[in-house]
């Protein structure tokens, strides 16, 4: 097939196109139940709600003595306020005594307020006297109290289904005294590299060949975002051989298939070939550089679709093609409701002269200078310098339609998690 012919049949789409064609073949995986300790960057499947008041209790928020308001009315360092001090309360117990009228009871940051007591004065605010107490402070009802439901109320919606759960989630899950968490499974997704030039590391590197990075940078990638990374190997440039590995892959359950190398123009209908006799090609270009010949296929099995992503195989835009399209996909396949990356905006500092039509996304290193968030390109761009995205924490955001890029310009920049 010519390529004119292939450029035709497949017009080249936006970024927001190839994404929304990308996510309208993602479907949710079924839930199931973990225990919270292994939930970390799980994906809610249900709303948690609070089934108690969180503090269950109104506590004291200070070191201090416990009072009620009324009682320091008037206190200063000059005419201190005594209070007879009836007994004392630590966090974990119940107080032995209320406080009545002139009294005070010793309370300790996150114990019970005794009943009768509507204010807690710092122990800074007082001095002891005997069995007494010196208040030198006059303080309002509510001071340094934590009241009952201050955090979370019972029956309150807490954590929503989609939440992909950070450390403060499974703090909140235990919170509300949760064991378990209910949460979509872990998409299986299968990496597949091609090339007949490609060699695993560890194996001696013939005349001819080059190591392939990409099923290793996709692989922890998968693993980042919550997926189950299952390795294919290396296809050769065979279409009989990447259909075989792409059936074989099938059989393992994946929920996603990952394919790298194959879908530029010129080996194109290798992966082309093998996609079309199981299923069908859904894309294939992006308006974008670095990756711009991606491919989006399915694979059909025994009534199932399972979607297929043909990435280049230039090692940065195998990355770059994984964060703008996998990304999403692998979270949308866990029910997350958030799919776009953590984006913030940084002043550019250096100058590209020429640029074309496409979405450029370059390697850059972001720092604080005068308060100001700058991005500075990390070496060169072409796709297969892997040295300089290894060596950028950000990838700067170009629009198709600026014609260059000038130092001072404001840039959107999409974060690349440390
Ligand atoms: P392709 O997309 O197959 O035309 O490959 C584009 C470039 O990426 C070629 O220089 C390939 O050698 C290289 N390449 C393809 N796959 C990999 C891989 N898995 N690891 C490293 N480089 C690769
Ligand atoms: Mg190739």
């Known amino acids: 097939m010519e390529a004119g012919e292939v450029t035709g049949m497949y017009p080249m789409l936006s970024v927001e196109e190839a994404l929304g064609r990308v996510l309208s073949a993602i479907s949710p995986l079924p839930e199931e139940k973990v225990p919270v300790l292994e939930a970390l960057g799980r994906v809610t499947s249900r709303d948690v709600k609070a089934t108690c008041d969180v503090p269950p209790h109104a506590n004291s928020a200070m070191d201090g003595y416990a009072v009620r308001a009324q009682d320091t009315a008037g206190a200063s360092p000059k005419r201190p306020v005594r209070l007879h001090v009836a007994g004392e309360v630590a966090a974990g117990y119940v107080p032995p005594v209320q406080v009545l009228p002139g009294t005070a009871v010793r309370i300790m940051t996150g114990a019970p307020l005794p009943p009768g007591a509507d204010a807690v004065v710092r122990f800074e605010w007082t001095e002891p006297a005997g069995e007494d107490v010196l208040v030198k402070k006059a303080v309002p009802k509510g001071q340094d109290v934590r009241p009952a439901g201050e955090d979370v109320r019972a029956g309150e919606l807490v954590i929503p289904a989609g939440t992909r759960l950070r450390p403060q ?76 590995r792409l059936r074989a892959g099938l059989q393992q359950g994946l929920d996603l298939l990952l394919v790298s190398g194959g879908v530029s123009v010129g080996d194109f209908d290798v992966v082309k ?28 099995l025994g009534g199932r679709q399972v979607p297929v992503l043909g990435m280049p195989g230039n090692p940065v835009s195998a990355v770059v093609s994984f964060e703008l399209f996998a990304r ?41 200078e005068g308060g100001e968030l700058v991005a500075r390109l990390t070496g060169g761009q072409g796709s297969g310098i892997l040295s300089s995205l290894v060596r ?25 998690p440390p």
């Open 392 to 416: 950028a924490d950000a990838l700067a955001v170009i629009p198709e339609d600026w014609p260059c890029v000038e130092p001072g310009a404001r840039v959107q920049v999409i974060l690349l």
């Open 328 to 368: 999403p996909a692998i979270l949308a396949l866990q029910g997350a409701r958030a799919l776009s990356p953590p984006v913030a905006f940084a002043t550019f500092a250096d100058r590209v002269a020429e640029k074309d039509d496409r979405r450029h996304f370059l390697r850059v290193r972001l720092s604080l």
């Open 169 to 244: 989630e499974l703090g909140m899950l235990a919170t509300l005294g949760e064991t378990e968490v209910w949460v979509h499974r872990r998409p299986r997704v299968g990496i597949l590299a091609t090339g007949d030039e490609l060699v695993e590391p560890g194996k001696p590197l013939p005349p001819g060949k080059i190591r392939n990075a990409n099923s290793y940078s996709n692989f922890a990638q998968v693993k980042r975002y919550g997926g189950i990374p299952v390795l294919l190997g290396v296809a050769r440039d065979r279409e009989e051989e990447v259909a075989a």
């Open 273 to 300: 070939r093998a996609l079309a006799a199981a299923g069908k090609i859904d894309f294939w270009r992006v308006r974008m550089k670095p990756g711009k010949p991606l491919a989006l296929g399915r694979l059909c």
